[in-house]
């Protein structure tokens, strides 16, 4: 009989059951039975039930660790805590042994159906969450003259969650590193925010769904992810995939690369991506943005070129092979 229990919900943490993760770990890690899930926000609690599990999967996956020092930190520590066990840690970083994409899609068009629509715009860029890296892709936007070209949003407050995010403790850090840029944003910007592509009283909202224009009326999609630091992909890469477009990616550096390791086209003898081997983030999203100048005239004409490399990639997006790489079948 499997004993097997998710700490998330034994503690009522009110983030996603960990459930979905049982047939990645017996797939991938051959552990079938008598494991303790723990979702990494509650090592710090009291966890006495796990004492009866010689295996402890930490799962650290469901959202980019940027202060890596601290992080491993607490994950060395929970492991010096349980040195007679053996503890597998799920990462949050592409890079890692064991990573996990923890913002799934069903790749299902009869759950998310594509809306066959003439293409409208040439580039798209959405941001809710106010992190650094797209406050400076908007920036960059901007100063190249391109924002016209760009069906973008940045909700900056409009929503709750976000209010004041990059003034929190945990960031506050980017904005002395980055004060430059946060200085520009608040003077030129800021009074535009927040920009809002859709219906004012029905405004974007991410979630899994490509029903957006920015999606299914538009040819390249610029991908702000949920980290600059770690190598993290979210919905945020695998909306534009899905719908059968072109796409930037401001990640971490070697996100393109990783993407080809994954078996996606990523168009490199149309799209330069040397922006993505840039570890300066200032200088790497300001040659991305460079780039999107340089298609600007061409990218509608190279989109419709790519209709058949295009398809391909939603057909891998959905394949078994990719899956057993990188996704949770759930």
Known sequence: MKDIIDLAQVYNTNTVSRQYLIPW??????????????????????LSVINRFDTIILDASHNPMDDIKAFRGRVQTFI????????????????????TSYFHLPYSQLVYPIEEKPIKYKFS?????????????LNKIYQHNLQDSVFHSFL??????????????????????FIDEYEYFMQTIQHKCPIIIDDIKIPYLNDHTVSSPAYNETALNVITESSCVRLFFSEKTWK?????????????PGSIKK????GF????????????EETDLVKRVNSCVNEMGRLNDDIVDIYHRTALRRKNNFLHLQSNEFKQLVEISV
């Open 25 to 46: 770990i017996s797939e991938k890690l051959g552990i079938h039975d008598n494991y303790v899930i723990v979702h990494c926000d509650i090592i710090h609690k009291p």
């Open 156 to 177: 900056w407050d409009k929503q709750q969650h976000s209010r004041n995010h990059l003034q929190s403790d945990y960031w506050k850090q980017d904005i002395i590193d």
């Open 240 to 252: 534009p995939i899905y719908s059968g477009q072109l796409f930037l990616s401001i990640n971490a």
């Open 259 to 262: 993407l080809e390791q994954f």
């Open 80 to 99: 010096d805590k349980h040195k007679n066990k053996k503890v597998i840690v799920l990462s949050d970083d592409a890079n890692e042994q064991y990573y």
């Open 265 to 276: 086209d990523v168009f490199r003898d149309l799209i330069d991506h040397s922006y993505d």
């Open 125 to 137: 860029c959405l941001n809710s969450v106010p992190k650094i890296h797209r406050l400076i892709t």
